[in-house]
């Protein structure tokens, strides 16, 4: 079934930058929305980014507008998150996940996730 390859995690200090790559198999991401989901230490999962199927248009969460960016590359069945400024309230578990296009259903996280530490 579906697999999700991530690269990019790590600790790091505040102020430093973060690259993350989900590589999928087992879908054809084409065919999702994509998004990136984080769980922090503590708390409830939520939303960090979500990007249309052809990468055209972005959103994201506020507290990481303007840091954070989403992009994807369909061709790798592949999708990224590039985070800079990093500060410590972006720590947690970080998810690839899809929602099937045309569909109201949630988004499902895809594999393990990635640990981001980000220290003071």
Same mark, same amino acid.
């Given at each position: 079934q579906v697999q999700a390859v991530y690269s990019g995690g790590? +600790?790091?200090q505040a102020g430093d930058s973060l690259r993350l +790559?989900?590589?999928?198999?087992?879908r054809t991401i084409s065919q999702y929305v994509m998004a990136w989901f984080r769980q922090p230490p503590g708390k409830e999962r939520e939303?960090?980014?979500v990007i249309t199927?052809? %990468?055209?248009?972005t959103s994201y969460?506020?507290?990481?507008? %303007? &840091?954070? &960016?989403i992009s994807r590359d369909n061709a790798e069945n592949e999708v #990224?998150? /590039?985070m800079n400024y990093l500060s410590p309230e972006d720590t947690g578990v970080y998810y690839c996940a899809g929602r099937? #296009? %045309?569909t109201?259903?949630?988004?499902?996280?895809? %594999? /393990?996730?990635?640990q981001v530490t980000v220290s003071a």
């Open positions: 790590g +600790s790091v +790559s989900c590589r999928v198999s087992g939303s960090v980014a199927r052809r %990468g055209e248009d969460r506020k507290s990481v507008e %303007g &840091r954070f &960016r #990224y998150l /590039q099937m #296009y %045309g109201s259903s949630d988004f499902t996280d895809w %594999g /393990q996730g990635t």
